[in-house]
């Protein structure tokens, strides 16, 4: 039996950002750029690379300038037809033509798994996408394509998944289960932020997901948290009590900008990959890495002929 296509997907942002202060105290983190353009906008592309043409972003009353990204601004884009500039927004522009996003309300901050609640009304009874609005990937198969076509594989929902460190385990929601073939696993045991000792294995959820509509009645079943948060991973438990989930380990590598050094450096990264961009910065790279060197060696020095 085919399975109806995955053309829904829920991106969560209404997050405040507090790792990324001050710099989003008034800019979305969301909206902070890698290279040209707004980290959400990556999010969504990513979203059309799997199929998608519908996005719901899960924002706030504070956050309405993630949903103007997608939004004409008919005084921008008379100035640039003006000045032949049009060409700037070349990107937004062919993204618009193809998906059409949305926005709903979070009304209060109180968590991963109410922020997806936000969308039960529009995604009804079909399985989704389900993409944070804070984490890219680089790599040759968008996570987005990737689950989808797991959806399609076993008829199920389907978690990303990466393998983390194992001193890093207690940072992350971490999933254990049976083998199904090699990167893919049913899964059994969902744990938010285990401890390092006594952790189900180092598979981590990466931040992408393709949910089944039995998650919205697990929700409503979810008890508040820590800080008074809804965690998706503990909805996610109560789901796999009525259906199965999968896990899939993700091919492309998973960058956060929810901190300022995650942001440098995925900022790096994806410069590297520009062949235009690249041979312009890696000069400074260099010289900054030689400079970052010395300072750190005359420091040591300094240490050692002033033991204390």
């Not at 008919?74 to 100035?79: G, K, M, W």
């Not at 949305?102 to 389900?130: I, M, T, W």
């Not at 990303?160 to 045991?189: F, H, K, N, Q």
């Not at 503990?234 to 999968?246: F, G, N, S, Y």
Request: aromatic share 4%.
């Amino acid at each position: 039996m085919s399975l109806p296509p995955i053309k829904k997907a829920v991106i969560p942002a209404a997050g405040l950002g507090t790792r990324m202060l001050p710099a989003a105290k008034a800019v979305p983190k969301e909206l902070l750029p890698i290279l040209d353009r707004p980290t959400i906008q990556y999010v969504v592309e990513e979203a059309h690379a799997g199929g998608i043409d519908d996005v719901l972003l899960v924002t706030s009353r504070t956050k309405r300038a993630v949903e103007d990204h997608f939004d004409h601004n008919l005084e921008l884009d008379e100035r640039l037809a003006r000045t032949d500039k049009r060409f700037f927004l070349e990107s937004i522009d062919r993204l618009m033509k193809s998906v059409h996003v949305h926005a709903v309300n979070q009304p209060e901050q109180k968590g991963l798994g109410d922020a997806v609640y936000q969308a039960r009304h529009h995604v009804g009874s079909d399985h989704f996408l389900c993409l944070l609005g804070d984490t890219v990937f680089s790599g040759d198969v968008a996570p987005a394509k990737q689950l989808v076509d797991a959806y399609h594989r076993f008829g199920t929902a389907v978690i990303g998944l990466e393998e983390v460190p194992a001193d890093r385990v207690d940072r992350y929601g971490i999933v254990a289960g049976s083998e199904v073939e090699p990167g893919v696993v049913r899964i059994e045991t969902l744990v938010e932020k285990p401890p390092r000792d006594s952790t189900p294995s180092r598979l981590a959820i990466a931040a992408r997901y393709v949910l089944s509509p039995r998650v919205f009645e697990c929700l409503e079943r979810t008890t508040p948290g820590s800080g008074g948060e809804v965690q998706l991973t503990d909805a996610l438990r109560l789901v796999i009590e009525h259906e199965p989930i999968h896990g899939i380990v993700l091919t492309s590598k998973r960058h956060d900008i929810g901190n300022p050094l995650d942001w440098l450096k995925t900022n790096l990264v994806f410069a590297s990959r520009d062949p235009h961009l690249w041979p312009m910065l890696a000069p400074l790279v260099e010289v900054l890495a030689l400079r970052g060197t010395h300072n750190s060696q005359r420091h040591n020095s300094q240490k050692s002929s002033n033991p204390q």
